[in-house]
């Protein structure tokens, strides 16, 4: 099994930035790919940004050039930069790992992008 805990949502003006993390515990040995996935009431999940293994990074066209996806595998943690936030960015984030096939959920950080 593997726990995910993100942290750092909050509530931002539009144009400010914030720094989503999500730590991974448990059998975190051969964990692959990495991601962020957002969600608003009524509507489905959607992929947000996606970094495997080896760091390649794959991003929705509604963030490109604004958010960034990282990761610290000494700290079994992926990193969201979310810059130039939009009140259309608001959402719940999640993050998501998947590991031997098997994908694990985060409980989701709340990101709110008003004035």
């Known amino acids: 099994q593997v726990q995910l805990v993100e942290s750092g949502g909050g509530l931002v003006q539009p144009g400010g930035s914030l720094r989503l993390s999500c730590a991974a515990s448990?059998?975190?040995?051969?964990?692959?790919?990495m991601g962020w996935y957002r969600q608003v009431p009524g509507k489905q999940r959607e992929l947000v940004a996606e970094?495997?293994?080896?760091?390649?990074?794959n991003y929705a066209d509604s963030v490109k050039g604004r958010f960034t996806i990282s990761r610290d595998n000494a700290k079994n943690t992926v990193y969201l930069q979310m810059s130039s936030l939009k009140p259309e960015d608001t959402a719940v984030y999640y993050c998501?790992?998947?590991?031997?096939?098997?994908?694990?959920w985060g409980q989701g950080t709340q990101v709110t992008v008003s004035s």
């Open positions: 970094i495997d293994s080896v760091s390649s990074t």
């Open positions: 448990g059998r975190i040995f051969s964990i692959n790919d």
């Open positions: 998501k790992c998947l590991r031997l096939g098997r994908a694990y």
